[in-house]
């Protein structure tokens, strides 16, 4: 008979435990930077305001970052990990590529309208840093390249899966990593006119999601060609299941 494993040291719990609280603040503040640089911008935006936001002390702060682009940074690094980590699994499913790009943008869309804050901040906050300097070596610049590489590989995943597409037929033939720019192009604007409203149900959200998911693949998915279409005369045939009709899933 198996003896049952010995309890963890009381040291080792409370290393853990000190872990999580330690993960737990930063990200509470991630969260209230993130709505702040998204309501006045990163100029207007301070360390005093994300303190006081969450009714803590600057040292709070200064304790898990040295700087407001520090904060900033890490914003755009945390958002981008989450996008990563839902999408990624959906990518790998054995299904089709017509509906696995189908569900990985649904998902992108319901990430980005539910945590409206973060996923901002990324986008648009990512797009004014690249109008500046990535190719030096200053702290900035590193920090800033750390990120384009994590928005590149995020949008590989969607460009494997289009590329996929392609060679079963169900996809315009386009260059992989091209396409995805305008794919990108109708989820992401989202973050530029979406504002949520006061008592807006999930399913509200949802059904947002749904519509942005579904215009994004009409732009992707290969028309019929000339060839599949009935003569005058000819009864049409049956509408058979493809990638045209299908129902959006996360």
Do not use: C
Request: aromatic share 6%.
């Amino acid at each position: 008979m198996t003896r049952p494993a010995a309890p963890a040291p009381a040291a080792a719990r409370t290393t853990d435990a000190a872990k999580d609280a330690a993960r737990a603040s930063r990200d509470e503040i991630l969260q209230a930077a993130a709505e702040l640089f998204m309501a006045f911008g990163y100029a207007a935006t301070s360390i005093d305001a994300v303190a006081e936001r969450l009714g803590a002390t600057k040292g709070r702060i200064y304790h898990h970052y040295r700087s407001k682009s520090d904060l900033y940074f890490d914003v755009q690094v945390a958002a981008m990990n989450r996008v990563t980590e839902a999408i990624e699994p959906i990518a790998r499913r054995q299904m089709g590529a017509a509906e696995r790009l189908a569900a990985m943008a649904l998902r992108h869309a319901q990430i980005l309208l539910t945590e409206l804050p973060m996923q901002k901040v990324a986008v648009q906050g990512l797009e004014r840093q690249l109008l500046g300097d990535a190719q030096g070596n200053s702290p900035a610049s590193k920090r800033l390249r750390a990120v384009v590489k994590l928005r590149d590989d995020y949008e590989h995943l969607f460009a494997e899966v289009i590329a996929d597409g392609i060679r079963e037929g169900v996809f315009v033939d386009l260059p992989p990593r091209l396409a995805t720019k305008p794919f990108f192009g109708v989820l992401n604007w989202a973050t530029v006119w979406y504002s949520p409203r006061r008592l807006q149900s999930a399913e509200a959200i949802d059904e947002i999601a749904q519509v942005l998911a579904a215009y994004a693949m009409r732009g992707i998915l290969k028309p019929p060609s000339d060839d599949a279409l009935p003569s005058s005369g000819d009864p049409a045939p049956a509408p058979e299941p493809g990638p045209a009709k299908l129902r959006l899933r996360s």
